[in-house]
């Protein structure tokens, strides 16, 4: 697998990887400059930087900049008397790819999944019990919404979906993910139960600020009544909040001839 490869595979699979370079040598060092490795929590995942000594020494330093969240450098002299010999490294953290993390397995819920996956996005389902209806590529986590949440909240640009506003976690989910980095809250359900999920957050202390997050009912207006057709009124809001758009019609209005 090239580095290439093993990073574009880490972050599809939602994992957090450091990409090292090597930026300059000095003397007769048994590297050059532009080789790479990728680097998780684990170890080395792809890639070399001439040898093992220099591979140990690019592993410490992306499991540092993976620790730090941030971009290092270093300056590694190679003490054998001759002081030309130096080795300059850098690196930098990769993360994942940005998901649409659907909560619960209703039939919306995996119809929400096989659009997005078409549309080219990386998807989590968690549910109780998992499921196994869903799509070639869809991460599915088998646990309560609530507790999955708890231990690894949404990033930054991650779509949050819940999918059964019925579902004894609901409010927790929310909570959670209203006060989180996500840059999209949705639940599904019609303007009859928004509501009364907003009055129960609100009562139990949820700022505002975070209420004024939740898109509840989430979706374009397009009267979607199937699974399929609700499905692509989600994955269409999920993609006009993340390009800043309002979702509206293309087209022109031709009735007054060529413009």
Do not use: N
């Amino acid at each position: 697998m090239t580095v290439f490869d093993a990073l574009a595979k880490a972050r599809g699979e939602g994992r957090r990887v450091a990409l090292v370079t090597v930026l300059e040598v000095g003397g007769d060092v048994a590297s050059h400059p532009g080789a790479k490795l990728v680097v998780d929590e684990r170890g080395v995942l792809a890639g070399t930087l001439g040898c093992s000594e220099f591979d140990t020494l690019g592993a410490e330093l992306g499991e540092q900049a993976l620790a730090d969240g941030r971009a290092r450098r270093r300056t590694e002299r190679l003490d054998d008397g001759d002081e030309s010999r130096h080795l300059e490294l850098f690196a930098e953290v990769h993360e994942p790819e940005p998901c649409v993390l659907v909560l619960g397995a209703t039939p919306v819920a995996r119809a929400v999944c096989e659009v997005a996956r078409i549309a080219e996005r990386r998807v989590v389902l968690v549910a109780v019990g998992g499921h196994v209806g869903v799509p070639a590529g869809v991460e599915v986590k088998a646990d309560d919404p609530g507790r999955y949440l708890l231990a690894a909240p949404p990033g930054e640009g991650d779509a949050v979906l819940v999918s059964d506003h019925d579902a004894p976690w609901v409010d927790e989910v929310l909570r959670v993910a209203l006060a989180s980095e996500a840059a999209f809250v949705g639940m599904l359900g019609s303007r009859r139960h928004a509501p009364s999920a907003v009055r129960r957050l609100r009562d139990a202390g949820v700022p505002e600020a975070h209420l004024a997050r939740l898109r509840a009912p989430v979706g374009l207006d397009i009267g979607g009544r199937s699974p399929g057709e609700i499905a692509i009124s989600v994955v269409a809001e999920i993609i006009a909040a993340e390009r800043g758009r309002p979702g509206g019609p293309l087209g022109v209005d031709w009735s007054l001839g060529p413009r």
